[in-house]
């Protein structure tokens, strides 16, 4: 078909091809553009998820990747139920690294009634977009410790809490909270209650809520300020909830992940070994043994683990083992428990006391093991005083009787344990005597009068 025009006049399909694609350029350049589902007419997304453990490299990757999970799907809020009695430094960091860079605002409940947000999770509170808490609840507590639980010395201690304190100064007063406050439970280990942290003046927290469903109903609308200046309208009421769990590795990690369950299970597993060792075929022993290293070392590869102390565990099992080898006399027991004290208060190398192992705890297995080796060593002992019941060794000192005579110079026969051997003697022996084994040569026996 021919296209006509006047001169002057711009043919009509020659302006509406660009017209077209000025409108499906721009649509899509809206779409792109879109806000998450959480405008209006959508239903809000919440990805919800509870932390109670001590926050640890397990831990921190699930409430990364929650955070992850609800960037990717444009979700209007992040919500951890937090439950803490705190953790590591560097995990505490990775988490506020990254609720500080989502895109999606993320809420800190601690909750419910009677739960606390100590040390780290007071950081990560004080971090998140909306901090909350359940009533009889209480945070803070924060204040850095060595690695043994016990108090570092005068300058150290100054650097390490200093240190702390400059990193809730600056992320609560972006956040518009108390910095005065927040450096006071890293510098005086200063806790708060719900109460005292929500009417500070600025406050702590932003809101008292009776469960986490109540949190979503009283911030909706609420605009929050985001670490980047960005303001967010919240639209949470009538949210669709998505809980979120962890994944079975994390589980099984994050039950075990724990110094004292660490600490049983190697012990456990070390000592199931020596048994089999001590004991071929037991099965029993090597089986549990096997499984408990396997868990241990599944746990200790995400728990701050010094390895001269796991090395000086593993030399003070070795001496147990050796204990029932080599005669020493009690020497190798007494080195083994040594080893195995100190390489148990060096295991776990973290400035977090939840993260220590405890000394009951570690004290009963040192008398445990101890008690078990002495057992075996004992066992071990008396099986070697015992005479021997078979072989040459077992026939010498024997009683029998002579079958036929024996004479000097001429063998006879005699019986013991029952079988008939060939006899000599230094002296004559009549039949039906009683005599006794002195030696065995051969197949041929020596004998005297009983």
């Known amino acids: 078909m021919t296209t006509y025009k006047k001169r002057g006049q711009t043919p009509f399909l020659v302006l509406r091809v660009p017209a077209v694609l000025v409108m499906v350029l721009g649509s899509a350049f809206a779409l792109a553009q879109a806000p998450p589902p959480t405008a209006a007419g959508s239903k809000p997304v919440v990805y919800s998820a509870e932390v109670e453990s001590i926050i640890h490299p397990v831990s921190a990757a699930f ?8 960037d990717a799907d444009n979700a209007a809020l992040v919500l951890f139920t937090l439950r803490t009695p705190g953790g590591l430094v560097d995990s505490t960091r990775d988490i506020v690294t990254k609720m500080i860079s989502a895109k999606t605002p993320v809420a800190v409940y601690v909750g419910p009634s009677g739960a606390r947000a100590a040390s780290a999770g007071f950081i990560i509170t004080i971090a998140a977009d909306i901090a909350a808490m359940a009533p009889g609840t209480h945070i803070g507590a924060a204040h850095p410790v060595s690695g043994g639980g016990a108090a570092m010395d005068e300058t150290s201690s100054k650097k390490a809490a200093e240190d702390m304190a400059a990193y809730v100064r600056t992320i609560a007063a972006k956040r518009g909270r108390n910095a005065q406050l927040a450096e006071q ?7 708060f209650t719900e109460e005292e942290a929500l009417k500070a ?17 009283k911030i909706d609308g609420r605009t929050v300020t985001r670490f980047d200046g960005r303001t967010i309208a919240l639209r949470t009421s009538a949210a669709q909830v998505v809980d979120v769990e962890m994944t079975l590795r994390q589980r099984i990690l994050s039950s075990i992940a724990h110094p004292n369950i660490a600490y049983i299970l190697l012990s456990l597993g070390t000592l199931g070994l020596t048994i089999e060792l001590w004991s071929p075929g ?5 089986v549990v043994g096997g499984l408990s290293l396997l868990l241990a070392f599944f746990a200790l ?3 701050p683990i010094n390895y001269v102390g796991l090395l000086l565990m593993i030399f003070g099992l070795a001496l147990f083992a050796l204990e029932i080898k080599v005669t020493s006399y009690g020497l190798l027991t007494v080195g083994g428990i040594i080893a195995l004290i100190f390489g148990s208060l060096m295991l776990i190398d973290s400035p977090a006391p939840e993260l220590q192992l405890n000394p009951a705890l570690v004290v009963s297995t040192v008398v445990g093991f101890t008690a078990i080796a002495g057992f075996l060593v004992r066992l071990a002992v008396a099986a070697q005083r015992t005479a021997p019941v078979s072989g040459a060794e077992g026939l010498v000192g024997e009683r029998g009787e002579v079958l036929t005579p024996i004479a000097p110079g001429a063998p006879g026969s005699v019986r013991v344990h029952g079988e008939i051997w060939n006899a000599v003697a230094s002296e004559p022996v009549s039949s039906g005597v009683r005599v006794i084994v002195t030696n065995l040569n051969g197949l041929t026996l020596t004998v005297r009068k009983e």
Do not use: F
């Not at 003046?201 to 109903?217: N, R």
């Not at 037991?282 to 090597?286: D, E, H, K, S, T």
């Open 63 to 70: 409430m990364i990747e929650t955070i992850e999970r609800a």
């Open 185 to 191: 439970a890293v510098l005086q280990s200063k806790a």
């Open 201 to 217: 003046a600025p406050p702590l927290i932003d809101l008292i809520a009776s469960s986490a469903d109540d949190l979503l109903e």
């Open 282 to 286: 037991a099965i029993l022993p090597g």
């Open 301 to 303: 590869q995400v728990l």
